[in-house]
């Protein structure tokens, strides 16, 4: 038989005892961690990383540095990528097309290499090195400060050199990043250590250490890969969409 709904009811007494005590936890609980879930980031920082200012395009000479191979070896880099001939390749902040031209030579002619910055200037210098070279699958796609204005679902494999750390948005570009990945596709992402003296020559705000990048990743929406930490002086991250 069923009860009686009446006795279903919780009296309006127990009821009033039962918002006290959820009160009087709240008001129990601890001070800082309502404060820290409240908190938002201070202009210019994100999740406590000061943002550093980007690159001019007056400065693309550093990036064809002659000493760029020792201090970086950049053919490991991209021997360590999962690449593949025919694949369409996104070089996120390409600057001056330094690792898109490597992108464009393992992708071969029948694939495609996106040189993606925002500063008009930059790609004009890419575009020029690259054809000074002779390689015609490189293409130039200007992106702001919170989308790279990719195609949605169509990369296979995003390359971010030294860059993600000045990105002024993050949210957004992780956000728009991911939407842009085919469904195989992964993001390598590549900074400077914090950690230990391989990176010294570096400025401390142009550096990410292993912990900050997972801080900041994983909430939005990747999942780690693989981690590769035998470049001289930079952190490999390879990031997929979260499953």
């Given at each position: 038989m069923a009860r009686p709904l009446a006795r279903a009811v919780t009296p309006v007494t127990t009821i009033a005892r039962l918002?006290?005590?959820?009160?009087?936890?709240?008001?129990?609980?601890?001070?800082?961690?309502?404060?820290?879930?409240?908190?938002?980031?201070?202009?210019?920082?994100?999740?406590?990383?000061?943002?550093?200012?980007?690159?001019?395009?007056?400065?693309?000479?550093?990036?064809?540095?002659?000493?760029?191979?020792?201090?970086?070896?950049?053919?490991?880099?991209?021997?360590?990528?999962?690449?593949?001939?025919?694949?369409l390749v996104v070089d996120i902040g390409c600057g001056s097309g330094y690792h898109a031209r490597r992108l464009a030579a393992a992708v071969g002619p029948e694939g495609t290499v996106l040189c993606n910055d925002i500063q008009p200037q930059m790609l004009r210098i890419a575009s020029e090195l690259a054809e000074r070279e002779g390689i015609a699958n490189i293409s130039m796609v200007l992106g702001t400060e919170d989308d790279p204005n990719l195609p949605e679902g169509e990369v296979d494999l995003m390359l971010i050199v030294d860059v993600y750390h000045e990105f002024s948005q993050p949210e957004p570009m992780l956000h728009a990043m991911r939407e842009a990945l085919a469904p195989d596709g992964v993001i390598a992402l590549v900074e400077f250590r914090l950690e230990g003296r391989s990176a010294a020559h570096i400025k401390l705000d142009h550096r990410m250490s292993i912990e900050q990048v997972m801080k900041e990743w994983l909430p939005a929406g990747y999942e780690l890969v693989e981690r590769i930490d035998s470049l001289p002086t930079q952190h490999l991250f390879l990031f997929r969409a979260a499953r």
């Open positions: 918002v006290a005590t959820v009160v009087g936890l709240a008001v129990t609980a601890p001070v800082h961690a309502i404060v820290s879930a409240q908190t938002p980031d201070e202009p210019g920082t994100y999740k406590g990383r000061k943002i550093a200012d980007v690159m001019s395009f007056r400065g693309a000479g550093w990036l064809e540095r002659a000493t760029r191979i020792e201090e970086e070896n950049p053919d490991a880099l991209i021997a360590a990528l999962p690449i593949e001939k025919g694949m």
